[in-house]
């Protein structure tokens, strides 16, 4: 259930409120309008009355509900009408007027508007013109004529609709903690369906701008990016001539006088102000850090897979951090996707955004390395050959996704476990859909029996417990070919394997013999080492391999209780 609270002034503020309220809503909305609860119990109710005396009748309730407030005359609040919409999710079960009338009874008393068994309490009516969902305005001055003690009215009528759930059986909602974006209203969903937009203007411009961030790097890169998109910005200037903020508008988006819609950095996302801009695009500016040259489909792969390490850390900014620079991969991510991923990873980027905000300020210093390695993809379009650099870095995205949302959870962040268990589902599809025929092609070119079996043999020496398993993978096939190519180019496969089997731990791969593919794959594909470093790297090997007395073995990361790929 989900309470959204409005405040409301201006002249003639509860004429218009409640005239909307009773009227046929802006698309022809609103069905059958009518009260199901007052501050009286019977107080008049247009929705009930005659045709011929409606109008008397919204008169009438208009001029009781502001009676309070043109008692104070000229000392009336600037805020007269708070408003409330209340609405249950598709998948609840209806409804009476009853309930509801319960319902916006326990809303008002919550927020302060009209406690229990104050009869001196502000009036509100609540009114009802669909199944799902109520409006419930009220005038901001009680009946003796106090201002009424809200306090903080959002969060306690978010925690009485969490209460509301649980008595009616309805949707359990997860608590937030108030850096979620602001969604849409109803005004702006009906106008982007008039516009012909697939979303919200207010949604539109935050996954731009989003992007435009996670790409450029620098400030005038960013601008020129939302300027390449369709946006456009307005500043906020300073007595200076700095700009202190930025607004931002889509070029459809118009006011009745034919003007831009600006919406303030700030209220698309609370990461979305420009001073919070200019600190995400310091962390991928030049200086100081430098990329060595080299493949960005490893160098972002390589760092990716640094994330479930830092969020296994006792570093909260730091792992708040890596969550951002995730949310940023997953942007740029989307753009550079096949196509028959593109749709699945652009959801899970969308849903994901709600898991890289928290109230632990992020430290972004740790993160270079993995924003500029995908702005390098995004920038080059670097070749990919067969799609496995894609594959293997989304290989690596799906694991750490699956630690953030151990992570969120292990800190009580309910919105942000379920956004990233949410996106967990859509990037394992698309996973699927980029992985399946890079592996069917790897399962075709399988070398001998003779070869296959001395992997495997290899394996039930090296990992016993995970052997079975890997054997009996569907992607068998595929790994043995990415281990007799890494033999061609002239590693030594028993050591290239022994590496991919020590890189990370395999007990929360669904299928650990595709996991170890994209290893080797990447392994392999460095330059190979000389018959004396092999030597070396055998005898080190070997001594890893030894056993460690129990006293000195340090405990592994607890990795996630979720099974992905």
């Not at 916006?104 to 919550?110: F, S």
């Not at 200019?278 to 972002?300: F, N, Y």
């Not at 929360?508 to 092999?534: F, V």
Request: hydrophobic letters at 40%.
């Amino acid at each position: 259930m989900i309470p959204k609270i409005i405040l409301s002034s201006g002249p003639n503020t509860t004429h218009r409120t409640i005239g909307y309220l009773f009227g046929k809503g802006r698309a022809n909305e609103h069905v059958d309008p009518h009260l199901v609860a007052s501050w009286n119990g019977f107080a008049p109710d247009p929705g009930r009355s005659p045709h011929r005396d409606q109008k008397d009748a919204m008169a009438q309730l208009v001029t009781q509900l502001d009676q309070p407030v043109k008692m104070l005359g000229d000392k009336a609040p600037k805020d007269t009408v708070w408003h409330c919409p209340v609405r249950a999710a598709p998948e609840d079960p209806f409804l009476t007027d009853a309930q509801w009338a319960d319902i916006a009874r326990r809303i008002v008393a919550a927020a302060g508007i009209a406690p229990a068994g104050d009869e001196e309490a502000c009036r509100w009516v609540a009114v009802r013109h669909a199944d799902d969902h109520i409006h419930i305005a009220a005038t901001l001055v009680r009946q003796d004529g106090r201002r009424p003690e809200r306090g903080y009215d959002q969060r306690a009528v978010q925690r009485e609709a969490r209460e509301i759930e649980v008595v009616y059986g309805l949707r359990r909602l997860k608590p937030g903690d108030g850096t979620g974006a602001k969604r849409p209203t109803s005004k702006e969903h009906f106008k982007a369906k008039r516009l012909g937009q697939e979303a919200a203007s207010r949604d539109v411009l935050r996954l731009r701008v989003r992007r435009a961030i996670a790409a450029a790097s620098d400030e005038t890169e960013f601008f020129a990016l939302l300027e390449a998109t369709g946006v456009t910005v307005r500043f906020k200037l300073g007595p200076s001539g700095d700009a202190l903020g930025c607004n931002f508008a889509l070029p459809d988006d118009t006011n009745d006088k034919g003007e831009p819609v600006f919406y303030a950095g700030s209220t698309l996302a609370p990461d979305l102000s420009l001073p919070k801009i200019r600190k995400s695009l310091a962390i991928t500016s030049p200086d100081p850090v430098i990329i060595r040259p080299g493949d960005p489909w490893h160098q972002a792969t390589a760092a990716t897979e640094r994330i479930p390490h830092h969020l296994t850390q006792n570093d909260d900014p730091t792992a708040q951090g890596q969550l951002v620079a995730l949310g940023a991969t997953l942007d740029l991510l989307t753009i550079t996707a096949p196509a028959a991923a593109k749709a699945e990873l652009e959801e899970a980027a969308t849903i994901f955004e709600r898991a890289t905000r928290s109230r632990i300020a992020a430290d972004l210093d740790s993160t270079r390395v993995l924003r500029r390695s995908v702005q390098a993809i995004w920038r080059d379009r670097p070749t990919d050959g067969d799609g496995a650099g894609f594959a293997m870095l989304l290989d690596t995205v799906l694991t750490a996704v699956a630690f953030a949302m151990h992570w969120h959870r292990t800190h009580q962040h309910a919105q942000q476990e379920a956004a990233s268990e949410q996106a967990l589902v859509h990037l394992q599809t698309a996973y699927a859909q980029v992985s399946e025929p890079i592996l069917t092609g790897l399962a075709r070119r399988a070398p001998s029996a003779q070869m296959k079996r001395r992997f495997a043999h290899h394996l039930q020496e090296a990992v016993p417990e995970h052997a079975e398993r890997i054997l009996n993978d569907p992607s068998w096939e595929a790994l043995t070919t990415v281990l007799a190519e890494a033999e061609a180019a002239g590693h030594n496969a028993t050591i290239v394997l022994d590496q991919a089997l020590g890189h990370r731990t395999l007990d929360d791969a669904h299928s650990p013999a595709r996991a170890l593919t994209w290893r080797i794959r990447r392994l392999s594909e460095r330059h190979a080492p000389g018959p004396r470093a092999q030597a070396t790297r055998a005898r080190g090997t070997a001594q890893r391999a030894a056993p460690i007395h129990p006293a000195a073995a340090a405990p592994p990361p607890q990795a996630p209780s979720v099974r992905r790929r």
